[in-house]
């Protein structure tokens, strides 16, 4: 077992919609004008908050999750991730108690916070109120007496009343109030279906992080975060065993359709021996030469259904790829991409790649959200009948195929249901997997690949 010392903060908030996100990059950019080496990192299965980070602000993010991940391989992430940093900051989800089913702590912001015994900051939403606001960190910071709950920050409160409002509080509650961020409208971050649009689509945002920079560094106290952040005790781990055998080329789907990854599964089939090679089914003729497997994730295919069909090369490179049995793994987006047609919200029918029967079409409501348990009940790429992985789902667009591979449970529900396409050198589902939470799945993608490879 290995020990290190990573100061780190972990910034949540009541709920979702109360300025978090815009808090942190406020932090984040503040940070990092400063000169500071920032990790960063986002409590759950988000996709948007990371990349927005690395495309926004220059920082690999990653994922930090306690339903994917056991406690062990959460500090094993955090530490490996955090090495060269000054300091960790993660990202909350949700309200701070917020976790799986919606009835439990399990995976939220207030877990992670204890298991990784991470100092937790809450950002409290002030507009409309004023002394209201005592009773809210009050009913946060006393509902379990390990709450980690050490700071606050004020979002979206007038500078005039700040001041008063902070002596109440530190007067009443045992709390630091570190500062505030006032109102700024022109600084709003778009939201869509899944968060945050991403970075490539805000026009001016340079111009907005360093506004957020700016007033962070002016209004909240800055010096006193970092010194809480190492007050953090050290992150003990013991690094998981990880095989690496010959390198195999992957293609791996990125750009504007197709860019939702969790960072550490790209590296961890980099460090099993996986030479990454990206491409877009938007903008290339063809999938790169000499590949041995396709890893296609999920992302906004629906919003760019006019130009993937116009791609017919590319589409017919992917449909003569599997036809000839190479290794894919597709994810939400990716899996539709696979289909014969994929209908958008005018029910206008796109032509796709045709490497799985039946169309995905908008259903016009959130189809299935939130984690799930996932047993085999036929061999996949990723494994043999009887494996479990852990999965997330959340998607508009259904499926008239979408499989029966694997059976998928809602933890603490008795909501269930069938899904992934799949056999010896195919995943093809809705799901989301993380790899860490069986890292014989990765392994087995790799080994396959490796497979082709010597075939060829």
Known sequence: ?????????????????????TVVCAILQALLNRGMDIASFKCGPDYIDPMFHKEALGLESRNLDLF??????????????????????????????DGVAGKSYEASSYDLARNTKTPAVMVIDCKGKSVSVLAEIKGFKGLEKDSGIKAVILNRISPMIYEEIKELIEKTLDIQVLGYMPVLKECSLESRHLGLVTAQEIGNLREILETLGAQAEQSIDLDQ????????????????????GDKVRIG??????????????????????????YFSPLEDSKLPENLQGIYL???????????????????????EALKAGLPCMAECGGFMYLHE?????????YQMV?????????????????????????????GKE?????????????????????????????????????????????????????????????????????RI
């Open 1 to 21: 077992m290995k020990t290190e010392k990573i100061p780190r903060i972990l910034i949540g908030a009541s709920g979702s919609g109360s300025g978090k996100t």
């Open 68 to 97: 994917f991940n056991d406690k062990a391989t959460v500090n094993y992430l955090l530490a490996k991730n955090s090495q060269r940093a000054d300091l960790a900051v993660i990202e909350g989800v949700m309200g701070y108690y």
């Open 225 to 244: 975060l970092i010194k809480l952040a190492q007050t953090a005790p050290d992150i003990s781990f013991t690094a998981p065993t990880i095989t690496c």
């Open 252 to 277: 791996v789907a990125r750009d504007k359709a197709f860019c939702f990854y969790y960072p550490d599964n790209l590296e961890l089939l980099s460090e099993m021996g996986a030479e990454i090679c």
């Open 297 to 319: 994730g999920g992302g906004y295919p629906e919003l760019y259904l006019k130009k993937l069909e116009a791609n017919a090369s590319m589409r017919h490179s992917v449909k």
């Open 341 to 349: 047609t994929v209908r958008d919200k005018l029910d206008v029918p």
């Open 354 to 382: 045709g490497a799985i029967e039946g169309e995905s079409y908008y259903a016009d409501k959130l189809v299935r959200f939130g984690y799930i348990h996932m047993e085999a009940e036929k061999e996949s790429l990723l």
């Open 386 to 454: 009887g494996m479990f992985l852990k999965g997330h789902e959340f998607h508009y667009w259904d499926s008239t195929n979408a499989g029966d591979c694997f059976h998928a449970q809602k933890p603490l529900r008795k909501k269930n249901w069938k899904c992934v396409i799949g056999n010896a050198d195919l995943y093809a589902g809705y799901p989301h997997v993380h790899f860490y939470s069986n890292i014989k799945a990765a392994e087995r993608f790799v080994d396959r690949c490796r497979m082709k490879k010597i």
